[in-house]
């Protein structure tokens, strides 16, 4: 290579590195970059959301909970699989999973299964209810034979077939209205209707006729127990039509009886626990109880006739217990374990369940597409992270008891074996893929917005000029 060969070559290199380090100090800046269009460093999702996304991850628990929840009689002993249901011995026990047939947790999740076939189009859904129902009441009258014989069997099957709390009966009983109602070819009625009576004829109660529990404290209300006690009663309506007013009566009656002693007007929440002796009642907002009280209002109003009486009354309530719920949302799409206190943890479980009901809400045309479809998006994808590879749900605070301060529930442990986080987020899923089957949700100026008229322009920020 010769002198001038050489020159030439410096002097391309030094004309490279200057170009280089003149576009190296360039920076964005408000006159070449767009910065209202730079993508923000969200911690979930925050994007358009499509019906196949959600089922994916719906799916993966399906999955899971298939291979984890068996229906199979086994010896305690042995572990010897039993096939004979007619000669069951004193040791036969319902075969352990990961979680029981027939806990209040499960209820929802059969509820969750039964929206997620009609929302999907997929039986898998359905098969998966149909099967562990059928196995339970074709196996319930041999363990109760046992049951009087030996005067105990199978914890888990004495639970279905004594039941001594709400929590015993009524969302799995709930659970078996709709799927009789949907499938007639089922023989639920026993079960049912031994749920019915454990519900209407021996749980306790204040002297006012309110569901009530004699723990922590004498006559002490759990927010929880709206959901355990309503819904069923509310659904027996669609059974016994002939008594439908009485049922409902009933129904709404507990609602506006628990509300007049738990609602907190002025954050549009309800507190966990209120105790008839008390001179001053507490108002610790827990996440999941306020999530079964916003989740029994809305069962109760898919069966409530337009015309009833206390509709409107009822709707108010659900609407404004939205607003207040709405307004304690995270960043993070998350609601708090504590609702109205930042510092307690991000919760899996009562998120999915107002999401759940927000979109149902929607869908039913109860509220506002415009106003709650992102908070109910948003939600969704705040809980779709915590569905792990395998299908678990993480994230979701364990049973809680009742208590007057707020240490407990700050500190109450979370566990991907905590059953209350599965059925919430199957039935939220299943929910929010009838509203995107419904509505047109679509970014604008980097805004999740809603429409209910599907938007075609592929432009970052656009105008309406339609509206239906």
């Known amino acids: ?219 002490t209300l759990w927010l929880d127990d709206m959901f355990m006690g309503i819904p069923p009663v509310a659904w027996y309506s669609q059974l016994a039509k002939e008594n439908q007013q009485k049922y409902l009566a009933e129904a709404v009656r507990q609602i506006f009886q628990f509300a007049e002693r738990m609602w907190v007007p002025e954050k549009k929440l309800f507190r966990h626990g209120w105790v008839e002796s008390m001179q001053d009642h507490p108002a610790f907002h827990w996440g999941r109880a306020n999530g079964w009280a916003l989740l029994t209002m809305t069962e109760v109003l898919d069966v409530m006739p337009e015309n009833h009486p206390q509709r409107a009354k009822l709707m108010e309530l659900f609407r404004g217990h939205v607003r207040g719920l709405a307004a304690c949302q995270s960043g993070e799409g998350f609601w708090h374990q504590l609702l109205d206190r930042n510092d307690s943890y991000l919760e899996t479980s009562a998120t999915a369940i107002y999401v759940y009901c927000m979109a149902h809400g929607i869908n039913k045309g109860w509220l506002d597409a415009l106003a709650y479809g992102p908070v109910a998006q948003l939600g969704w994808h705040a809980v779709s992270t915590q569905i792990n590879a395998e299908g678990q749900v993480e994230g979701t605070c364990v049973g809680t008891g009742m208590a007057f301060d707020p240490a407990f529930y700050y500190y109450r442990p979370v566990n991907v074996y905590a059953a209350h986080g599965y059925g919430p987020v199957i039935w939220a899923g299943a929910e929010m893929i009838n509203l995107l089957n419904k509505q047109h949700p679509k970014m604008n100026d980097s805004a999740i917005q809603y429409y209910s008229t599907e938007q075609k322009t592929t432009a970052p920020i656009f105008s309406v000029t339609e509206s239906k």
């Not at 490279?16 to 003149?22: D, H, L």
């Not at 628990?61 to 229906?71: A, I, P, S």
């Not at 709400?166 to 639920?188: E, R």
């Open 1 to 219: 290579m010769n002198i001038k060969t050489l020159c030439i070559t410096g002097a391309l290199l030094l004309s490279g590195i200057s170009i280089y380090a003149q576009k190296k100090k360039e920076v964005i800046n408000d006159s070449n970059t767009p910065l209202h269009l730079l993508q923000p460093a969200y911690k979930v999702p925050y994007k358009a959301l499509t019906t196949s996304e959600v089922k994916t991850d719906i799916d993966r628990v399906l999955r899971y909970l298939e291979k984890t929840t068996l229906t199979r009689v086994v010896s305690e002993k042995t572990g010897k699989v039993i096939t004979d249901y007619n000669n069951l011995p004193a040791d036969a026990q319902l075969e352990r999973g990961a979680f029981r047939l027939a806990s209040y947790e499960w209820g929802v999740t059969y509820s969750a299964m039964l929206a997620a076939a009609e929302a999907t189009g997929d039986a898998d859904y359905k098969k998966y209810v149909t099967d562990r129902f059928n196995f339970l009441a074709e196996v319930a009258p041999r363990f109760r034979e046992m049951l009087e014989k030996n005067g105990t069997t199978d914890p888990q099957m004495k639970q279905i077939l004594t039941p001594h709390a709400l929590d015993d009966a009524g969302a799995v009983c709930a659970a078996m209205i709709k799927a009789q109602l949907q499938d007639k070819s089922l023989n639920l009625y026993p079960l049912i209707e031994n749920y019915l009576d454990f519900i209407l004829n021996k749980e306790y109660r204040l002297a006012d006729g309110t569901f009530a529990r004699t723990r922590p404290q004498l006559n």
